[in-house]
């Protein structure tokens, strides 16, 4: 299957500094990018949808300003927690859509593990 | 609204046996797309397999497979001869497909399977 890379995999940050999640789609154009937070135990939450070159779609109740989303690319986005605070730890999950099958499958990257301090 | 169900929050199976894990969904969409994702202690989301609702067959993929009653609306994963790497949460998830764009995935909250040496 396709392949989508996630760095850093895990970072520890102190509260009120920014934080850069990068999402990558190694061997395929990813049109559509996804972001989704995981709390322990928990399902996947939809965060935001970018598609290359628009703005990102954010779900309710996610702040836009608080996690910024840049899709500058068809390989690349990038999620931004600006001003982390210790509620923003968690773990975070990029997945891609591409042009694979018609669009069919979405590929999931590895996840970021975020601990503010 | 679209939703997932998973009633299961937690299975057990012995090695080499045969579990079923369920997944109801709530749609009035008629083109729309179920998957199986499994999540292992790694947190790397994999797609187990996929299952388009127009097709009456049901999808298959090695010891994997699926028992999908479109008119009940259930998409059950049933995994055969089980091993040690089985142990994973997993996920059922939909999309729809609206007539050449996909909507977004929606999960269930989930199902950890233990497999039992």
């Known amino acids: 299957g396709a392949v989508v890379s996630q760095h850093p995999s895990r970072v520890i940050c102190k509260s009120g500094t920014s934080v850069k999640i990068e999402c990558r789609s190694l061997?395929?154009?990813?049109?559509?990018m996804f972001w989704y937070r995981q709390f322990p135990k928990q399902s996947l939450m939809l965060m935001a949808t970018?598609?290359?070159?628009?703005?990102?779609?954010?779900e309710q109740g996610v702040e836009k300003d608080k996690f910024l989303i840049n899709h500058a690319s068809l390989t690349l986005s990038t999620l931004t927690v600006t001003s982390a605070h210790p509620e923003d730890s968690s773990f975070y999950i990029c997945s891609a859509r591409g042009n694979l099958q018609a669009q069919e499958t979405q590929y999931f990257g590895p996840g970021t593990r975020l601990l503010v301090l | 609204a679209q939703t997932v169900t998973q009633s299961q929050p937690e299975m057990s199976v012995q090695e080499a046996e045969t579990v079923t894990l369920s997944c109801t969904y709530d749609?009035?969409?008629?083109?729309?797309?179920l998957f199986w994702y499994k999540q292992p202690p790694s947190r790397q989301m994999i797609l187990v397999i996929r299952?388009?609702?127009?097709?009456?067959q049901n999808a298959t993929e090695n010891r994997f497979s699926v028992n999908f009653q479109k008119a009940a609306k259930s998409f059950s994963l049933k995994i055969s001869d089980s091993q040690l790497g089985d142990a994973a949460m997993y996920f059922c998830a939909y999309r729809a497909y609206y007539g050449g764009s996909q909507g977004n995935l929606i999960f269930g909250k989930g199902t950890k399977l233990s497999v039992k040496p």
């Open positions: 970018s598609n290359e070159g628009s703005k990102a779609t954010y």
């Open positions: 061997d395929f154009q990813a049109t559509t």
């Open positions: 299952q388009e609702a127009y097709k009456q």
């Open positions: 749609t009035s969409e008629s083109d729309y797309y």
